[in-house]
């Protein structure tokens, strides 16, 4: 039995349940029609339990609508309760006798000696012992639930016993905690300064009881007749009966072996063991020992690695896959291996690493990842005459094919005609066939432009990779499907000359229409998202705006560069986040830009390693190209103070700071001031 | 003052909304801004190599505008062997592209617009660029639509001149 129990306004659940057994009056216009009198009469409504469960649970309704916003909110407000709870008063018994009682003192006069109404019923038979509580952190929007459970299979039931059920953690509780843990209401919190000041401050408890179990202390005990009545209707009508843990049996068996299989995949000494396994094959260079047992190990490895590894929370053990997976995809033999594993699997839905990696995940680390280890693939693939000729006979009939069409006008449509089977023996290239699915999911790329940033850098890591001898060959092929039409398209978008939108009218969608199509395709009326943040949160901050900033179309522009054969237009890394201080990023210089700065910092310096202040002058003054602020001497001392040694010279080691220092605070310093513009 | 994740998206959120791009794709998306054009000024490319020295700096020891240095970079490397379809030739010929792009990055304009200078003709892009300078408002923030457009024209005017000399 479920009893809700408004605890707006109440201390405790027997103020809630009290509530609930008041007796209300119908009177005047809410007179009640007496089927014996025939006639509305005044009548009075009351609640009261007739029959008391063996298992009582008490629902606090903690979750209320604000009248004045007409949000949901939660009341944390304090409701106390025990470990055992007599239900007498509530029950249909217990309520006649106090009315009983109440209508015989009404006739008495005085009433000298006060007698307990309810002491003509025995305890036993409504006494109930806390069994559980279900706690629930958070506001009304969100939060996490747990429980707290008294163990009853030990001492008979009787044990007190209890512990903490938190997802996959289960520990022992402290009942005297209950209070604290449960009841809700303010809490206090002190901090304490160092100069002895204490400031406290009062909050909102948010964890606190949602549910309560009651069990019952002298379970009820049913008429033998009663129970031979029921065997034999149950034996009669064949009603098969479940005690519930059939109901639950086979998944609690799958969860488990789910949980044994995770535990397994993700054990270090597992994943040690795959690694010296694939490590071990990097030695053999034997073809046929290749094909007989380091390519099965390498493949065996991605698996693990694309459909395991990229999926976990845990991404420390990744750079130890990536180099050890780069070094075995370095061979041109096990590169043509992976990539016809990576275009076979083009064919298939929930097997495609490609999309899954391009253009579905969420988690930008493992895009990227994934990303890099298929162009290393493909780049190593090129290392194979075969192939090569294989994916240079693509190109031509790709070209045949789209110089056949009048492209201007019409849609650019690519016919399939790469036969998986035929890779092999290279009548199909299997990176003809991955090209073609990148042309798709380009075409797709709007809809999903959150997830697909690591595509066009794909697109950029290949179409930089030149064969000796062989020149541009998977640039000539990029370009033969038009993908530096299809970038300029999704980059554009509805903004694309006319000649593009015709080409490639699923690219040149707007933003707003795409919203619209994938919002018609996700939800129902009545399950619009509550707020942005289902199209948020993905990855790094340039993403939780609703729609594509600038900066998400910087990989986009890089590769349209790259494949039109700017090939120094990929940006190289200049800084990297080196950890978190107080929620705010720390940044260092990558080792590049370090050495850059040295190259500038040595042409700058007229003494070796020191910079003067006329040198800082001169230094400033090139840069003064890009910067609003101009080279004052007043900005050389300011520099010359801050990162200059005892003799007022700038060393390598002050000059880089001075930039670790300018990346640190650029992005705050920044905002400030144009925020005050704004 | 230190901006948290949280602040910094409502940052972005209020410079997006007061058509800050590109104060947004160069400054607040890149804390490295500073460092990238410093980098530049001293003619280093995007990808950390350099350009040559005769392409920083003129006869007379002067040097040249960075505009002017990464225009004579990329026609120094000649004509690019890649032929082009129609469509692209489309896309890179049309001042929206540059508009855009300058919005997310701009050296990265400076290149395309280098780039497409030295393979193409830019006749009708220039006079795309005057029509829109001639139409352009001189106020509020149409100034800054005219900076684009100055820069736009400078450039591609200035390609065309370095093409010539070449």
């Known amino acids: 039995m479920n009893i809700d129990c408004q605890i707006r306004g109440k201390s405790d659940i027997h103020e809630a349940l009290s509530t609930m057994c008041e007796a209300e009056y119908m009177e005047g216009d809410n007179k009640v029609f007496c089927d014996n009198c025939k006639k509305n009469c005044d009548t009075v409504l009351r609640t009261a339990i007739s029959a008391l469960p063996d298992m009582l649970i008490l629902s606090l309704k903690r979750f209320d609508l604000d009248y004045n916003t007409f949000e ?26 106090m009315e009983k009682n109440s209508s015989m003192n009404a006739h008495d006069d005085v009433d000298e000696t006060y007698v307990d109404p309810l002491r003509s019923l025995p305890d036993d038979d409504y006494e109930y012992k806390l069994a559980g509580v279900l706690v629930h952190h958070g506001v009304a929007q969100g939060g996490h639930y747990y429980s707290f459970i008294r163990d009853r299979t030990t001492n008979n039931g009787s044990s007190n016993e209890w512990f903490r059920f ?89 969860s488990n072996n789910v949980h044994r299989s995770h535990v397994f995949l993700f054990d270090t000494e597992f994943q040690r063991f795959l690694r010296q396994m694939l490590d071990a094959s990097l030695s053999v260079h034997n073809v046929s020992e290749c094909v007989t047992w380091s390519i099965p190990i390498l493949e065996l490895s991605t698996v693990y690695f694309f459909d395991i590894l990229l999926h976990s929370v845990d991404k420390n053990t990744l750079s130890d896959w990536i180099d050890l997976l780069s070094s075995a995809l370095s061979s041109p033999l096990h590169g043509s291996s992976f990539t016809h594993e990576i275009a076979r699997r083009t064919r298939t839905i929930n097997e495609n690493w490609l999309r899954i990696f391009a253009s579905d995940c969420p988690e930008d680390t493992s895009r990227s990842v994934a990303m890099k280890i298929i162009a290393t693939a493909i780049r190593s693939c090129l290392g194979r005459e075969e192939e090569v000729s294989a994916l240079k006979s693509w190109t031509q009939a790709m070209s045949k094919q789209i110089y056949s069409l009048d492209s201007d006008i019409s849609p650019v449509s690519l016919q399939k005609h790469e036969d998986i089977d035929k890779m092999v023996s290279f009548e199909s290239s299997s990176l003809g066939i991955i ?15 959150q997830y697909n940033i690591d595509l066009c850098a794909l697109i950029r890591e290949i179409s930089n990779i030149s064969i000796e001898g062989n020149g541009d060959v998977l640039r000539d092929a990029l370009i033969s499907v038009e993908v530096p039409a299809r970038l300029i398209a999704l980059f554009m978008r509805d903004k694309s000359p006319i000649q593009i939108m ?6 040149s969608l707007s933003f707003e229409r795409i919203e619209c199509i994938a919002k018609v395709i996700s939800f129902g009326t009545h399950l619009y998202p509550l707020n942005n943040n289902m199209t948020s949160g993905v990855g790094d901050n340039s993403s939780s705006i609703g729609s594509p900033c600038p900066s998400d179309h910087l990989n986009t522009l890089e590769a349209l560069a790259v494949v039109i054969g700017i090939n120094f237009a990929k940006r190289e890394m200049l800084i990297v986040e080196t950890g978190e201080v107080k929620g705010r990023f720390v940044y260092d210089l990558t080792s590049k830009a370090k050495e850059s700065l040295k190259v500038i910092f040595d042409e700058c310096s007229s003494r070796p390693g020191l910079m003067n202040e006329s040198d800082v002058l001169n230094y400033l003054q090139v840069c003064c190209v890009y910067s609003e602020i101009a080279a004052s001497s007043q900005r050389v001392n300011n520099m010359l103070l801050k990162y200059g040694n005892d003799n007022n010279d700038l060393t390598i080691d002050g000059f880089l700071k001075y930039y670790r220092d300018a990346s640190q605070s650029n992005t705050v310093m920044v905002c400030e001031r144009y925020l005050i513009a704004v | 003052m230190h901006l948290n994740r949280i602040q910094s998206w409502y940052v972005k959120g209020i410079l997006l909304q007061y058509s800050f791009a590109p104060i947004l794709a160069q400054y607040v998306f890149t804390s490295s801004l500073q460092l990238c054009n410093d980098l530049r000024s001293f003619g280093f490319r ?13 006869d007379n020891d002067i040097r040249y505008n ?13 004509r690019p062997k890649v032929q082009l379809s129609p469509l692209v030739a489309a896309g890179l010929s049309s001042l929206k592209f540059y508009q855009i792009t300058y919005y997310t990055d701009t050296h990265l304009t400076e290149l395309f617009l280098a780039w497409s200078c030295l393979n193409k003709n830019t006749d009708k892009l220039l006079l795309e660029t005057l029509k829109c300078l001639y139409d352009a408002q001189p106020y509020g923030n149409e100034a800054f639509q005219i900076n684009i457009m100055v820069s736009t024209f400078t450039y591609v005017s200035m390609s065309n001149l370095v093409f010539v000399h070449f």
């Not at chain 1, 909110?73 to 509530?90: G, I």
């Not at chain 1, 034999?232 to 843990?245: K, Q, W």
């Not at chain 1, 015709?502 to 690219?507: I, R």
Request: glycine share 4%.
């Open chain 1, 72 to 97: 949901t909110v939660k009341l944390n407000s304090r409701c106390a309760f025990e470990e055992s709870l007599n239900m007498k008063k509530y029950t249909l018994e217990g309520v006649e006798a």
């Open chain 1, 166 to 254: 938190d997802d996959d953690e289960v520990t022992p509780f402290d009942p005297s905690q209950i209070e604290m843990e449960c009841f809700g209401g303010k809490v206090k919190k002190e901090t304490k300064w160092p100069n002895g000041q204490v400031n406290t401050v009062e909050t909102d408890q948010l964890a606190n009881a949602l549910m309560l179990f009651y069990e019952k202390v002298k379970p009820t005990k049913f008429d033998s007749n009663d129970s031979e009545k029921d065997i034999d209707m149950v034996e009669s009508t064949h009603i098969p009966l479940a005690t519930g843990v059939e109901v639950f049996e086979n998944d609690v068996k799958r």
């Open chain 1, 435 to 449: 090209i073609s699915f990148i042309c798709l999911l380009l075409d797709l790329a709007p809809r999903t432009w």
């Open chain 1, 502 to 507: 015709s080409a490639f009218p699923d690219l």
């Open chain 2, 46 to 58: 995007p990808d950390l190599t350099r350009i040559k020295s005769e392409s920083m700096i003129k």
């Open chain 2, 66 to 78: 960075v505009i002017e240095s990464v225009a004579i970079d990329v026609f120094s490397l000649g």
